[in-house]
């Protein structure tokens, strides 16, 4: 299993930016790919971004195409999430989760960090 940590959430203005960080333990060598996804109150889970850790396959959201940008650091275990020109429509909470392989749904979740853009 792995285990995951998201941080670097909080309230930033429209227009502004935003790093998420999501720390990986347990077992990564387990682990295919990271995945972001948000969910807002009364919306349905978002699929947001996700990397392989080879860094090979890069995946975006529509929503979200030019404005956010997903790395990864294999040496420290954690993929980021730079969010640019955010707008008052990504106010969710941010979950990041570990997809076991090519294909397979993501199976271990994050705690969540919650990012409010203001208006």
């Known amino acids: 299993q792995v285990q995951l940590v998201e941080s670097g959430g909080g309230l930033v203005q429209a227009g502004g930016s935003l790093r998420l960080s999501c720390a990986a333990s347990g077992r990564t060598f387990s682990s295919y790919a990271v995945g972001w996804f948000r969910q807002a109150p009364g919306k349905e889970r978002e699929f947001v971004a996700s990397i392989s850790w080879s860094s090979s396959t890069i995946k975006y959201g529509d929503s979200v195409k030019g404005r956010f940008f997903i790395s990864i650091n294999n040496a420290k275990n954690k993929v980021y999430l730079q969010m640019n020109s955010l707008k008052a429509e990504d106010t969710a909470d941010y979950y990041c989760?570990?997809?076991?392989?090519?294909?397979?749904?993501?199976?271990?979740w994050g705690q969540g960090t919650q990012v409010t853009v203001s208006s």
């Open positions: 989760a570990s997809q076991p392989a090519i294909f397979r749904r993501f199976d271990s």
